[in-house]
């Protein structure tokens, strides 16, 4: 098992992981001290666990609203028709990136269920 420090709000966290998931883990905590320090930016410096219950909220609304599209998109209710009862490449393309991001949101759920 891995251990490894990520920063957020200025502090320094000892993390153990999954060896080879330190850089995944290390980009987890780099967002999480994004939102973190936008949090305090925008209402102040709190307190640390107050940052972070809330950065853990903003965090898991993000998620839940991909949940949301990802179900739209499972369910069909995603797509754009064209006037012509097809969609149009360009939509084709948004869709297949949506996709991928859906996957990529997935695979961040598992990695944060299993944390």
């Known amino acids: 098992m891995a251990q490894i420090k990520v920063h957020i709000n200025g502090r320094s ?3 153990a992981c ?3 998931q330190e850089e995944h883990v290390l980009r ?3 967002y999480v001290d994004k939102k973190v320090g936008e949090l305090a930016n925008q209402i102040g410096q709190v307190g640390d666990t107050r940052l972070l219950v809330m ?4 965090i898991t609304d993000e998620l839940s609203e991909a949940y949301g599209e990802l179900e739209d ?3 069909g209710k995603a797509g754009v028709v064209g006037a012509g009862g097809g969609t149009s490449p360009a939509d084709a ?11 990529r949101i997935e695979s ?3 990695s ?3 944390a």
């Open 13 to 15: 966290y000892d993390v």
């Open 18 to 20: 999954d060896d080879g």
């Open 28 to 30: 987890l905590g780099r």
């Open 55 to 58: 950065a853990a909220l903003v």
């Open 73 to 75: 998109i499972r369910e």
């Open 93 to 103: 393309r948004a869709a297949e990136d949506i996709r991928a991001l859906v996957r």
């Open 108 to 110: 961040i759920a598992r």
């Open 112 to 114: 944060l269920e299993g």
